[in-house]
């Protein structure tokens, strides 16, 4: 993806490399006023303002880009587009939430909202550009190791039930006991793949 950075120095010429770029550009604007003002100030027409896609610059970014082909780390909004292939899933990792300090947890949200909000300013796809934090990152990596292996859990689970309803046990309530722990299981397991 082409990405143009603006630094707001000249208003003249960020509308000049818009208008000459608008077509297969994304513009990454380095202001810290309003990003509405600083489009007004543009004065493009209503013709490029269709076609203008534009977000704010963030730095000091503590994200991980992760796709088929690469896993890097990412310090700016303007670097983080120019490694999105819009024809390849990703994920966009914000690292620092795999904590019990709840200033970092904050720290990740805001920056994670941040970011979606800038994805959605330039209108990228939010189903194949998938954005979350590290937590959420390992949790949903679990939970692919458990789906994996889920079906073999439940197999091995459905014979060790049929072996002990054929074994005869004539101490006490063994059977019972390992019937009941083995139908918890079960429960378990069933919940595990309903979720």
Known sequence: ???????????DE???????NIKDSFFVVDTDTYLYQYIELLGLSDKNM??????KEIKNLDVEFRSEYSKEKINSMSE?????DMSVPCLIVVMGDNTTDEDKKRKVNIQLSDI??????????????QVMTEKEAYDIEKIKKFEANINIHEKTLL???????QYRLNTGNYK????ESLNK???YIKEAKKQ
């Open 1 to 11: 993806m082409k990405v143009i950075l603006l630094k707001n120095n000249n208003i």
């Open 14 to 20: 960020d509308k000049q490399k818009i208008i000459e």
């Open 50 to 55: 269709q076609k203008l896609k534009i977000c």
């Open 80 to 84: 983080l587009l120019g490694v999105i």
């Open 116 to 129: 979606i909000q800038q994805f959605m300013y330039i209108n990228l796809p939010l189903d194949i550009i």
């Open 159 to 165: 014979d060790s039930i049929d072996k002990v309803e």
């Open 176 to 179: 019972t006991r390992i019937m």
């Open 185 to 187: 299981i079960k429960e």
